[in-house]
């Protein structure tokens, strides 16, 4: 990590990271909980993303075998229950 440099999520937690191939043959690198991830074209790119999130820990880095998918749609991140409630009232 270079100097001046921050972690996308804000603060220095480390994070499980999963990458793989989707379907189509793109690199995908996604955390555990599917709130930070992306799309790359080498493994190299998806890697290191992946360290840079984590604060650089290979053992924190997982290699998925098949297929990996990376969904951005609105139902992958439910809100909540606390959250919809205050929506609602």
């Known amino acids: 990590m270079r100097q ?16 793989g191939q989707n379907r189509r043959g793109n690199w995908v690198a996604k955390d555990q909980r599917g709130l930070r991830g992306g799309l790359f074209v080498s493994r190299a790119a998806a890697l290191k993303f992946a ?8 053992q924190l880095v997982v290699a998925m075998p098949g297929n990996l998918e990376l969904d951005l749609s609105a139902d992958a991140f439910p809100a909540p229950a ?8």
Request: aromatic share 12%.
């Open 4 to 19: 001046g440099e921050k972690f996308l999520s804000g603060g220095s937690e480390a994070k499980f990271f999963l990458i």
């Open 51 to 58: 360290l840079f999130e984590n604060g650089n820990q290979p």
């Open 82 to 89: 606390a959250q919809v409630l205050s929506l609602a009232a």
